[in-house]
């Protein structure tokens, strides 16, 4: 039997539909819970929305949550989360909701014009259709430090300097 990781931190949260699921890990070592969607909603190509959860929190001071997209999501359909890592900070207390983007540039590649659901497996382009309870998108906790910057006239002395970025190393 695996340990489980010793540094769980408690975050409250209320459903505020009664549509909502609490987010859940799949398996017991998964840094990301899954997150459901509380609400059917249509993205047509080019389109982006907020995809409501019905959930709010009570994240711990020096935590964040981090939204990112599931993987299966972004190889199988065209909808994509275009602010990934999306933080929601400690101190927010409004419904947790998902931005979605619909990557399609084109209509529907069926002729019956339905929307695709989550259950796309080919990538195609045209409307998606996210249904209530449907798992949209991964939600990370990680603790976070708050910089002190200090002006200083240069940066010679101060550490190892590289050299370049942007591909400097190749492609």
Do not use: W
């Given at each position: ?53 019905g959930?709010a929190?009570a994240?711990p001071?020096g ?21 990934s ?22 209509p ?22 996210i ?26 002395g ?5 050299q ?6 190749g492609?």
């Amino acid at each position: 039997m695996q340990k489980k990781p010793e540094n769980n931190i408690d975050v409250p949260m209320v459903r505020l539909s009664q549509f909502a699921v609490l987010p859940s890990y799949a398996h017991d070592h998964d840094a990301g819970m899954d997150i459901y969607s509380s609400e059917d909603v249509l993205l047509m190509p080019g389109e982006t929305k907020l995809i409501p959860t019905g959930l709010a929190a009570a994240i711990p001071e020096g935590f964040e949550a981090q939204i990112r997209p599931r993987s299966g999501i972004s190889l199988k359909t065209m909808l994509r989360i275009p602010n990934s890592p999306g933080t929601i900070d400690a101190g927010y207390r409004d419904q947790i909701c998902v931005i979605m983007h619909n990557a399609s540039f084109l209509p529907s590649e069926r002729n019956d014009l339905l929307p695709f659901t989550l259950e796309e497996k080919n990538n195609r382009h045209g409307a998606y259709l996210i249904r209530r309870g449907d798992k949209i998108a991964q939600m990370v906790f990680a603790g976070i430090s708050h910089a002190v910057l200090t002006a200083v006239p240069t940066l010679e002395g101060i550490g190892d300097d590289r050299q370049g970025g942007f591909g400097s190393t190749g492609i």
